[in-house]
């Protein structure tokens, strides 16, 4: 089970990526984001939004989560979903990958990533703590996910906490 965060990740604010697509990081979110190794996850999330993630804990997620998958492979549970498992595999092989932060706060956004991010070089994003984990959003996607989320807000909020 991965370890919670120190502290909860949160606050919004916004950065310029540079000519070169890179992201200065606030100082704090770098240093949550960064494991004892110092490697972060890097993670599509959905159309213009990126995740930062601690390696460890998103490795031991996955790790947890494919051994119920190949679990329920092995236990012949899965022959009518190939399609599905197929699909997963795709969505996984390109979900992620694994970054370095230079001087602990600056991303380089690989290639691949920029597209899915929708952000030309020297553009502005939105970089939101999300409690376990920092996203980058596209700013017109960022608000979009606001106006949909917002309203929600006082319910989830509730029914988490009880």
């Not at 998958?69 to 969505?91: C, H, N, P, S, Y």
């Not at 990958?97 to 380089?108: E, Q």
């Amino acid at each position: 089970m991965p370890e919670p965060p120190k502290t909860f990740l949160t606050g919004e604010f916004r950065r310029a990526l540079d000519d070169r697509f890179r992201l200065t990081l606030p100082a704090e979110f770098a240093t949550e984001i960064t494991d004892d190794a110092g490697e972060t996850i890097l993670a599509k999330e959905r159309y213009g939004c990126l995740s930062l993630w601690r390696a460890a804990d998103w490795r031991q997620r996955i790790s947890d989560g494919m051994s119920l998958i190949r679990g329920k492979i092995q236990a012949g549970r899965m022959e009518q979903r190939w399609t599905d498992v197929q699909r997963f595999g795709r969505l996984l092989s390109t979900r992620t990958c694994d970054v370095k932060l230079a001087n602990r706060s600056r991303l380089l956004i690989p290639e691949g990533f920029r597209e899915f991010l929708d952000v030309e070089k020297g553009g502005d994003v939105m970089v939101v703590g999300a409690v376990i984990c920092v996203e980058i959003w596209n700013p017109q996607a960022w608000l979009e996910q606001l106006k949909s989320d917002m309203p929600e807000f006082g319910d989830l909020f509730r029914e988490l906490s009880n």
